[in-house]
T-cell receptor, first 114, second 112 residues
């Protein structure tokens, strides 16, 4: 157990809908990164939040957005869902954004878009 | 060329043998390297991190890093059936955000 929690565990949505996924970071961690993992692939970086500010973004369209709250928990929002958005969404927390800090993953949210 | 490459496997190893997992990366200035284990249907679990050239040992696991060859490996000694999982190599890029770039993973099966 890493102490990183995510909700919900599973979610089924229809194409065109919007979804919000939530993540609580490990105690003492101020940085949260979000990843998308398609079946049979490694996780792909979506974006990172550090002290409530976005600290970098991967190659994902603007319909993927996020927030980080003062308690360092975070949300991932996806608008106008597409079938290809079906994946495991992972959040990872770390002590900070620097490269010497290890990232610890939560259990993930499995999103299915029909 | 992919930023991080792994042989997708499957890699089959008899119980008690040494499993060797390999990873190459393209960004010469990368400084931080990680191995994660992922059981089917679960999230990745950090096994090892390595930052300097050479070997780093933790129990039955040894990570090896060769920055000149842009190569990182993971050795699992005395392999157990519970080691059967997908192993993900991840590299922390310096430029831009401090994101992890993952390989596609190597599926490892330990045969009793």
């Amino acid at each position: 157990e890493t102490g990183v929690t995510q909700s919900p565990t599973h979610l089924i949505k229809t194409r065109g809908q919007q979804v919000t996924l939530r993540c609580s970071s490990q105690s003492g961690h101020n940085t949260v990164s979000w990843y998308q993992q398609a079946l049979g692939q490694g996780p792909q970086f979506i974006f990172q939040y550090y002290r409530e500010e976005e600290n970098g973004r991967g190659n994902f369209p603007p319909r993927f957005s996020g927030l980080q709250f003062p308690n360092y928990s975070s949300e991932l929002n996806v608008n106008a869902l597409e079938l290809d958005d079906s994946a495991l969404y992972l959040c990872a927390s770390s002590l900070g954004p620097l490269d010497l800090y290890e990232q610890y993953f939560g259990p993930g949210t499995r999103l299915t878009v029909t | 060329q992919k930023e991080v490459e792994q042989n997708s496997g499957p890699l089959s190893v008899p119980e008690g043998a040494i499993a060797s997992l390999n990873c190459t990366y393209s960004d010469r200035v990368s400084q931080s390297f990680f191995w994660y284990r992922q059981y089917s249907g679960k999230s990745p679990e950090l096994i090892m991190s390595i930052y300097s050239n050479g070997d780093k040992e933790d129990g039955r696991f040894t990570a090896q890093l060769n920055k000149a060859s842009q190569y990182v490996s993971l050795l699992i000694r005395d392999s157990q059936p519970s080691d059967s999982a997908t192993y993900l190599c991840a590299v922390r890029l310096i430029q831009g955000a401090q994101k992890l770039v993952f390989g596609q993973g190597t599926r490892l099966t330990i045969n009793p």
